[in-house]
T-cell receptor
């Protein structure tokens, strides 16, 4: 399977713990996006990378959230001191350099904070 | 970002055509019209996109109004596997208003399509 891979698929954690999610984009896709989706809502943009550079962060991305893409390949999203409101599906998408190439989404990591 | 308006839900019968409408009256000249769908427990999936002319692919057809203020996604023969949330999204082209985040998708709530057997 050469699609976008996200791990883990599910994560249950206690409030106050730190969690980290990983996204492996389609190889040679230089652009990568993170989104968050809560029940009944469309995905909300969190942050965008072009290669290893983080070019945009949503105001939804509080200082407890950090994302990296150290070598311009895989990316990680870390949430520190999780809160119950962080419970959501976290989606990653990648896209190639051509204008209007479609975004390819992974199947997400579902986070439950208890 | 320019906004789109879609009905909250629609229903169809299996093997019948489905027309999913989308209004985007504030579309700019450089915005492409994209459609994605999201099946339960999966990430969104690209369906089709267009700028001015109608478009066809193996999944669907996209009919774009002459003034570009509305569009319609057409599923020619709905199947049970087409039951999903369908999102109509305006996406800035490079050199448009997107800036460093060109290509970013801004999702609305979409249309929940139910297909009856």
């Amino acid at each position: 399977d050469t699609g976008v891979s996200q791990n883990p698929r599910h994560k249950i954690t206690k409030r106050g713990q730190n969690v980290t999610f990983r996204c492996d984009p389609i190889s040679e896709h230089n652009r990568l996006y993170w989104y968050r989706q809560t029940l009944g809502q469309g995905p909300e943009f969190l942050t965008y990378f072009q290669n290893e550079a983080q070019l945009e962060k949503s105001r939804l991305l509080s200082d407890r959230f950090s994302a990296e893409r150290p070598k311009g390949s895989f990316s990680t999203l870390e949430i520190q001191r999780t809160e119950q409101g962080d419970s959501a599906m976290y989606l990653c998408a990648s896209v190639g350099p051509s204008d209007n190439s479609p975004l390819h989404f992974g199947n997400g990591t579902r986070l439950t904070v208890t | 970002d320019a906004k789109t308006t879609q009905p909250n839900s629609m229903e169809s019968n299996e093997e019948e055509p489905v027309h999913l409408p989308c209004n985007h009256s504030t579309i700019s000249g450089t915005d492409y019209i994209h459609w994605y769908r999201q099946l339960p427990s999966q990430g969104p999936e690209y369906v089709i996109h267009g700028l001015t002319s109608n478009v066809n692919n193996r999944m669907a057809s996209l009919a774009i109004a002459e003034d570009r203020k509305s569009s319609t996604l057409i599923l020619h023969r709905a199947t049970l596997r087409d039951a999903a949330v369908y999102y109509c999204i305006l996406r800035a082209a490079r050199g448009g208003a997107g800036g460093t985040s060109y290509g970013k998708l801004t999702f609305g709530q979409g249309t929940i399509l139910t297909v009856h057997p």
